[in-house]
């Protein structure tokens, strides 16, 4: 190597390293397209990414790579919901005609060696998972591509948009769900008293999310300017729906 | 302790897909004694770049021994309108007739049901076609399975 890119290099490293400690406080997990459309008849579905923004860093001050990560989508059954902020006790039928297996995975080993879909025990699937490999690596930032149903919000009803909160686990070390901590994994949940959370992080009660809004079918003349409406998922269906199984084998967390 | 993922690659080999696009199997009643097990399943029909969807179309089949007043059927509705299929002969290698409910794009639902007490396995077959037959969009859930 000659001294002129050797320069280069070092130049490279530092100025990835700086862009690790922005990105260290700054990047949550998100989806890239974190606003859509809704659609029935006229677009199908929606192409997007988890982008995992940056990994681990333990207290010690060791960056870790990624090496798996969960998407977990509210199962719209024992979901809870607010209207305009409230809390509601209405089901998400009343603002949405087709939620319950919203997402499909699509294949790619770019980052990870294995990945495969979350099913709830009706067979529906609210998520994915992938990991394996050698995972993402501390200083880059990973996409992990999949697409989501179209949305048919119900056209009776007032909601002019629909907000589904979206749980994501980036998992650095694989430990039992009691040794959680920003050592081992960064979690970007609801805060609903799963397992899946841990307090005093920068991702307590910070979910991912994904916002439908009404393009279809006007509001009715009596809905005014309409209401926003959150889908959060429940702590049972987190825990339910988290963890990875293969087989009937939970590999994370650790048991 | 420190442990990695890469058993994920040895353990994801060996899962098998259950499921194949726009058909499915299952057991309906699989305890035996539920005379009223019921599946309900919703449709969406979308365009996906092949066409506007015009209709629904399904067909069933039960893998099931035959069992004299045992038969499982499908009832399909969507806003008014609605139709419904039986397969008549349980265990033979031909499906259902197929149905279909010319209901426009949306979300249809499917109702499973059967006549008696007893577990019948089977598939069932949904697609979602153009006023041309084509096929187009087409996503399923289940809300109930008995």
């Known amino acids: 190597m000659n001294c002129l890119s050797f320069k280069k290099l070092a130049l490279l490293s530092i100025s990835s390293a700086v862009l690790i400690a922005t990105q260290s406080v700054t990047a949550h997990t998100r989806l890239q397209t974190p606003t859509i459309d809704e659609n029935n008849a006229r677009h199908g579905s929606n192409y997007n990414n988890e982008v995992i923004g940056h990994t681990c860093k333990t207290a010690a001050g060791e960056a870790l790579n990624t090496i798996g990560t969960v998407v977990v989508f509210p199962d719209g059954v024992d979901s809870t919901l607010t209207v305009n902020?409230?809390?509601?006790?209405?089901?998400?039928i009343d603002?949405?005609?087709?939620?319950?297996?919203?997402?499909?995975?699509?294949?790619?080993?770019?980052?990870?060696?294995?990945?495969?879909?979350?099913?709830t025990p009706l067979g529906n699937v609210v998520g994915f998972w992938a990991g394996g490999g050698k995972g993402l690596q501390h200083n880059l930032t990973g996409l992990i591509p999949f697409r989501t149903s179209g949305v048919v919000i119900e056209p009776t009803s007032c909601a002019r948009s629909v907000t589904f909160q979206i749980?994501?686990?980036d998992i650095c070390q694989v430990t039992t769900?009691?040794?959680?901590?920003?050592?081992?994994?960064?979690?970007?949940?609801?805060?609903?008293?799963?397992?899946?959370?841990?307090?005093?992080?920068?991702?307590?009660?910070?979910?991912?999310?994904?916002?439908?809004?009404?393009?279809?079918?006007?509001?009715?003349?009596?809905?005014?300017?309409?209401?926003?409406?959150?889908?959060?998922?429940?702590?049972?269906?987190?825990?339910?729906?988290?963890?990875?199984?293969?087989?009937?084998?939970?590999?994370?967390?650790?048991? | 302790m420190k442990k990695t993922l890469t058993t994920f690659a040895l353990l994801a080999a060996s899962?098998?897909?259950?499921?194949?696009?726009?058909?499915?199997?299952?057991?309906?009643?699989?305890?035996?004694?539920?005379?009223?097990?019921?599946?309900?399943?919703?449709?969406?029909?979308?365009?996906?770049?092949?066409?506007?969807?015009?209709?629904?179309?399904?067909?069933?089949?039960d893998h099931s021994e035959p069992v004299e007043g045992l038969l499982i059927s499908a009832q399909l509705y969507k806003g008014l309108m609605a139709t419904n299929v039986t397969d008549q002969i349980s265990g033979?290698?031909?499906?259902?007739?197929?149905?279909?409910?010319?209901?426009?794009?949306?979300?249809?639902?499917?109702?499973?049901?059967?006549?008696?007490?007893?577990?019948?396995?089977?598939?069932?077959?949904?697609?979602?076609?153009?006023?041309?037959?084509?096929?187009?969009?087409?996503?399923?859930?289940?809300?109930q399975f008995q």
Not at chain 2, 118 to 134: L, N
Request: aromatic share 6%; hydrophobic share 35%.
């Open chain 1, 177 to 255: 769900d009691a040794d959680f901590s920003t050592d081992a994994l960064n979690l970007w949940t609801p805060a609903v008293g799963s397992k899946f959370q841990i307090e005093d992080s920068s991702g307590y009660n910070s979910p991912a999310t994904l916002k439908v809004n009404r393009t279809i079918e006007a509001l009715p003349e009596s809905c005014g300017e309409g209401v926003d409406v959150v889908v959060i998922p429940s702590a049972a269906q987190l825990n339910r729906d988290m963890p990875i199984v293969i087989d009937g084998t939970q590999i994370w967390p650790a048991q």
């Open chain 1, 85 to 92: 902020g409230e809390a509601s006790s209405q089901p998400l």
């Open chain 2, 92 to 143: 033979d290698a031909d499906y259902s007739e197929g149905v279909e409910l010319s209901a426009g794009p949306g979300v249809y639902r499917l109702i499973l049901n059967k006549t008696a007490a007893g577990p019948r396995r089977f598939d069932v077959e949904w697609h979602c076609k153009t006023a041309d037959d084509i096929h187009t969009g087409t996503e399923i859930i289940v809300d």
């Open chain 2, 15 to 61: 899962h098998l897909q259950p499921l194949y696009a726009h058909s499915g199997g299952a057991t309906l009643g699989e305890d035996g004694l539920n005379a009223s097990a019921t599946g309900l399943v919703r449709i969406t029909c979308f365009d996906d770049g092949n066409g506007e969807p015009a209709k629904l179309t399904m067909r069933i089949i």
């Open chain 1, 95 to 119: 603002f949405v005609q087709n939620w319950g297996s919203p997402v499909q995975l699509i294949q790619n080993n770019d980052i990870f060696e294995s990945q495969d879909e979350i099913q």
């Open chain 1, 167 to 169: 749980a994501i686990a």
